[in-house]
Nanobody
Framework: QVQLVESGGGLVQHGGSLRLSCAAS????????MGWYCQAPGKQRELVAT???????NYADSVEGRFTISRDNAKKLVYLQMNSLKPEDTAVYYC?????????????WGQGIQVTVSS
């Protein structure tokens, strides 16, 4: 059983910063691809950023240059540093752990955490 717990969300002003953390526990290894996704009201969940075990990253165009994803494999932690936040970044942010190609049993989600950016 894999558990992911997000923390660090909250309310911030336009242009501010937040750092989200995701703590993983259970039967999870460093080979998982870790990621952050977000879901705004009335919209589908979408990719924010992913990071492989080797540190390769991928970002949505909307956050490129503003957000940074990182991971600490030894501590089973994943971070999302969010800078220059905009009201359109307001959403519930979800941590994800995935073994590509291994199917849904190896695709895990946290409960989500709210990020609200005021204008």
């Amino acid at each position: 059983q894999v558990q992911l717990v997000e923390s660090g969300g909250g309310l911030v002003q336009h242009g501010g910063s937040l750092r989200l953390s995701c703590a993983a526990s259970g039967r999870i290894s460093s080979i998982y691809v870790m990621g952050w996704y977000c879901q705004a009201p009335g919209k589908q969940r979408e990719l924010v950023a992913t990071i492989t075990s080797g540190g390769s990253t991928n970002y949505a165009d909307s956050v490129e240059g503003r957000f940074t994803i990182s991971r600490d494999n030894a501590k089973k932690l994943v971070y999302l540093q969010m800078n220059s936040l905009k009201p359109e970044d307001t959403a519930v942010y979800y941590c994800n752990a995935n073994k590509p190609g291994w199917g849904p049993l190896y695709d895990h989600w946290g409960q989500g955490i709210q990020v609200t950016v005021s204008s």
